[in-house]
């Protein structure tokens, strides 16, 4: 798990140099929610507030979020994807797709099929509650 975490965190320099693997881990949390507030990045994320705040600031200073007023709530500000960041994020997972689709080209269909079980059921745990 750690030389995949490495990976992914090396990957993700390269294929954008303005972008770690936390940001375009954050892009895609809110391009998928359609747009949250950084608390909810945080508490999502089981990040600091401060972490989060740094992110997100480096990340407006970049053009790829903007803050927008709630509709339903104006004293509260929702991050959001600009047509930078989304373009961005577009390259950046394309890039991934045709990664992986390189590393498991020659996988046999039973190895891809048990291999795609094993990640189903490691994303589907959930901690006990009360847990971090």
């Keep these: 798990m750690t030389v995949f975490a490495r990976r992914a965190r090396a990957s993700a320099g390269r294929m954008h140099p303005e ?3 936390v940001s375009y881990t954050l892009l895609g949390h809110l391009e998928e929610r359609g747009g949250c507030r950084a608390t909810d990045l945080a508490a999502h994320y089981a990040l600091d ?3 989060v705040s740094r992110q997100v600031a480096a990340l407006e200073r970049a053009a790829l979020i903007e803050r927008r007023l709630d509709p339903e709530d104006h004293r509260v500000q929702v991050l959001h994807l600009t047509d930078a960041g989304r373009r961005i994020l577009a390259q950046v997972t394309e890039s991934r797709r045709a990664a992986f689709h390189e590393r498991l080209a020659d996988w046999p269909a039973e190895d891809l099929e048990r291999f795609a079980g094993y990640l189903t059921r490691y ?3 959930t901690p006990p509650s009360g847990t971090p």
């Design 19 to 21: 972008l770690s693997l």
């Design 49 to 51: 507030k401060s972490t």
């Design 123 to 125: 994303n589907a745990w």
